[in-house]
């Protein structure tokens, strides 16, 4: 190649460098992006929840009444409690009545449960359990929140009583003493992650609470649900979760959205 050559292919590949970065757009972040009204109803056209509502922020709140035994609200979660699964599935005819609870979904000896939407990093729990079986050492019964590839980076609320680190279904570390499961004992449990910190909730108030950077690495968008392992055979007639849900994923779920977060980002 002549050194005229060489000037000539130098000055083509500063023409096409600079036409790239003329191409790149400016993006701007979603925090000041608002969903209009038709874009909120969208979003809640995804779920089939008892009660629904969400702010034109994103934040939304989905009320499960599992003891209307109404099926189609196991269609937001997998795996779906209408498959016949001795992990997760509806309770039959008389069985996980108890006092206070008509029905529901019942799990069992060792499981995963997850709602299919994706949350920012500011979503809060709260559930109501009922066990058939009186406890034993070890049990989980977890209420979750998971991120990163694969869902692997998982923190939970052991019943409240415990925040716990896990490792595919099993508890591998935390804050707290494990929960003393009794028979047909009520307990009101759930988690509050906000702010960067993860709180473990027992009657609606906050039992442990951490913000380590280990416990919550990599902290990122991710779902919700519930993981349990050992002696357990019980109940949720019922579940509130309420968050930011994550406007990514809503978009490519909704197209119309996702052009109008193109257009947004452009700006």
């Known amino acids: 190649m002549t050194r005229v050559q060489s000037m000539a292919m130098m000055m083509l590949l500063c023409v096409l460098t600079a036409d790239v970065v003329t191409a790149t757009p400016e993006i701007t972040s979603l925090s000041d992006f608002t969903l ?3 874009e909120q109803e969208r979003v809640l056209d995804l779920f089939q929840a008892t009660r629904e509502k969400i702010s034109p922020d994103g934040t939304l709140e989905l009320t499960y009444d599992f003891e209307t035994e109404d099926r189609s609200l196991g269609d937001d979660w997998f795996p779906s409690p209408a498959v016949r699964s001795a992990e997760v599935r509806w309770s039959r005819n008389y069985e996980g009545i108890s006092e206070g609870v008509s029905g529901g979904v019942i799990i069992s000896d060792s499981g995963q449960w997850f709602h299919d939407a994706v949350w920012q990093p500011d979503v809060r729990v709260e559930a109501t359990y009922v066990s058939f079986l009186g406890g034993s050492r070890g049990d989980l019964v977890a209420a979750v929140f998971a991120w990163g590839k694969s869902l692997r980076q998982r923190v939970g609320s052991n019943l409240g009583t415990q925040l716990v680190r896990i490792s595919g279904t099993k508890a591998v570390g935390g804050m707290g003493k494990a929960p003393v499961i009794c028979y047909e004992e009520h307990t009101k449990f759930g988690f509050e992650l906000k702010n960067g910190s993860f709180s473990s909730l027992l009657n609606g108030y906050a039992k442990h609470q951490s ?6 690495k990599k902290l990122d968008s991710g779902q919700v649900g519930f ?3 050992g002696t357990i055979n ?3 007639p019922k579940l509130k979760i309420t968050g930011k849900i994550d406007i990514a994923w809503a978009a490519q779920q909704i197209p119309s959205l996702q052009k109008r977060i193109e257009a947004h980002q452009k700006k």
């Open 227 to 229: 993981i349990w392992r």
């Open 211 to 216: 913000d380590s950077k280990k416990l919550l």
């Open 36 to 38: 209009t009204e038709a």
């Open 234 to 236: 019980g109940i949720v």
